[in-house]
Nanobody, 124 residues
Framework: QVQLVESGGGLVQAGGSLRLFCAAS????????MGWFRQAPGKEREFVAG????????YYGGSVKGRFTISRDNAKNTVFLQMNSLKPEDTAIYYC?????????????????WGQGTQVTVSS
């Protein structure tokens, strides 16, 4: 069983930055592929970014590429999402997820564990 807890969300003005954190339980964190997803009201869950277990490979959704950066610290069982140049359309609940395959995937169904989410609101 893996527990994921997100933090770092909040209210920010357009053009600002936020850093999200996802803390994971368990001793084998480095084996998990990790992903960040988001869901806005009335919309489907959207892939934001993914990172392999080693951290050596990353992938981004088209709407955030060049603005967001995913990283991880396996010694601290934590994955990060640095969000820069935020836009009002980035407003959503952000979720982190863990894939036991050790690799990331853009499909929510490929992830085995999910956090509760953290709200990000970007004002115009």
């Amino acid at each position: 069983q893996v527990q994921l807890v997100e933090s770092g969300g909040g209210l920010v003005q357009a053009g600002g930055s936020l850093r999200l954190f996802c803390a994971a339980s368990g001793r084998t964190f480095s084996r998990y592929g990790m992903g960040w997803f988001r869901q806005a009201p009335g919309k489907e869950r959207e892939f934001v970014a993914g990172i392999s277990g080693s951290g050596g490979s990353t992938y981004y959704g088209g709407s955030v590429k060049g603005r967001f950066t995913i990283s991880r610290d396996n010694a601290k069982n934590t994955v990060f999402l640095q969000m820069n140049s935020l836009k009002p359309e980035d407003t959503a609940i952000y979720y982190c997820a863990a894939a036991l395959t050790g690799y990331y995937n853009s499909h929510p169904g490929e992830y085995d564990y999910w956090g509760q989410g953290t709200q990000v609101t970007v004002s115009s």
